[in-house]
Antibody
């Protein structure tokens, strides 16, 4: 079955960086993109960006330009999202999700807490 | 960026009742709209894609309709497990924006 398993919770100080991984299984990795979505405590879903696992093309939310990098490793079927210059309002659960036409399978989420 | 506005923010209903959720887009998105369900502490789950198609394993009590800018998710008869937050999302244009969500709570 399709599975996306994310790395564990992180606590970071303001100004630091975090890199979240998303290991996939159960399908042909390069046939689907990977999207990243975050959710601040008690808030709604915020689309962060997408990466093509086929050619590495990306598209990011405008408000994250310059701070976010999305990559994949096809040999390990893993996607990564790195967010730099962390601020307190980056505290959120970060999700990866498989993108065919829509986000049809999701990881379990990774809580990133930014606190001094 | 396409803005999706969901209404109402909260819907208070009893089990067995019908739920009607609305999602309005700031410009036409054809039929490129999905609905997701999210329960506390869980990842979202895809319910409906391309406006009206149920995702794998989704019960027939969930249905979607609309086109252009106005879309509706209908739950014909609420089951206890349907009380959750529902989000719409468009894939017509980048960025793939989400609506703000509608919470369906037990009355």
């Amino acid at each position: 079955q399709v599975q996306l398993v994310q790395s564990g919770a992180e606590v970071k100080k303001p100004g630091a960086s975090v890199k979240v991984s998303c290991k996939t299984s159960g399908y042909t990795f390069t046939s689907y993109g990977i999207g990243w979505v975050r959710q601040a405590p008690g808030q709604g879903l915020e689309w962060m960006g997408w990466i093509s696992t086929y050619n590495g093309n990306t598209n990011h939310a405008q408000n994250l330009q310059g701070r976010v990098t999305m990559t994949t490793d096809t040999s390990t079927r893993t996607a990564y999202m790195e967010l730099r210059s962390l601020r307190s309002d980056d505290t959120a659960v970060y999700y990866c999700a498989r993108l065919g036409s829509y986000y049809d399978h999701w990881g379990q989420g990774t809580l990133v807490t930014v606190s001094s | 960026e396409i803005v999706l506005t969901q209404s109402p923010a909260t819907l208070s209903l009893s089990p067995g009742e019908k739920a009607t959720l609305s999602c309005r887009a700031s410009q036409s998105i054809s039929n490129y709209l999905a609905w997701y369900q999210q329960k506390p502490g869980q990842a979202p789950r895809l319910l409906i894609y391309d406006t009206s198609n149920r995702a794998t394993g989704i019960p027939a009590r969930f249905s979607g309709s609309g086109s252009g800018t106005d879309f509706t998710l209908t739950i014909s008869s609420l089951e206890p497990e349907d009380f959750a937050v529902y989000y719409c999302q468009q894939r017509s244009n980048w960025p793939h924006t989400f609506g703000g969500g509608t919470k369906v709570e037990i009355k």
